[in-house]
């Protein structure tokens, strides 16, 4: 799949949002990636997670886990472990930090990859990994759908995406003109509501 089709795909769901948004990472952006829009839809899902699975496979070979963060990385972590045959499990915020919960467990010698669904900063994929680093030092690499760093974001291992996006980022004592007048929308999973600049 080429990264034209992948931001097809995300065009034609709806989630390839323009405006005036706060992203998770507190950084302001005038385009904004609603990946549930996508998620929404099986066949769309399953579309790009299998494009996804295959790069994964080119580029690390069999994998055994995967390990996504919620809520956002949940979907496209599971799509793409069954298309690559592994387990899936997600790691969740327990007093501030990313942890193996519900019971899952992570074999020592097995084949970890992170998966994402979008990437800004990496940030959160930092703290993933750091959180599967307590179960094992096997971690082959991580994947996303979409790179929005445009290859800039280092997440301390090699990362595969389907699109890389060069989108621009701001804070919010520093933007543009045209991005000022439009109110903010916090639109990710952190803060559902809408909030003003």
């Not at 930090?97 to 084949?111: S, V």
């Not at 699109?163 to 543009?176: C, E, F, M, N, V």
């Amino acid at each position: 799949m080429t990264q034209d089709e992948v931001l097809a795909e995300f065009r034609d769901a709806g989630a390839l949002l323009e405006g005036h948004f706060i992203l998770s990472s507190g950084l302001r952006s005038p385009v904004f990636l609603q990946k549930m829009f996508v998620f929404q839809d099986p066949v769309r899902t399953a579309r790009l997670c299998k494009a996804l699975a295959q790069k994964v496979e080119a580029a690390f070979g069999k994998i055994d886990y995967v390990v996504s963060p919620a809520v956002g990385g949940i979907v496209p972590g599971y799509e793409t472990a069954r298309q690559l045959g592994a387990m899936a499990v997600f790691v969740e915020r327990e007093d501030g930090r990313f942890q193996l919960r519900r019971g899952f467990t992570i074999p020592p010698e097995a084949k970890v990859l992170m998966v994402e669904d979008i990437i800004t900063t990496g940030l959160s994929s930092r703290e993933c990994l750091a959180a599967i680093a307590e179960y094992t030092s096997n971690v082959v690499g991580a994947a996303c759908l979409i790179d929005r760093s445009g290859g800039k974001a280092d997440i301390g291992v090699k990362l595969v995406s389907l699109a890389q996006l060069d989108i621009p980022t701001y804070s919010a004592d520093a933007l543009p003109p045209e991005l000022a007048v439009l109110p903010a929308i916090k639109p990710g999973s952190r803060s559902l509501s809408q909030a003003k600049a």
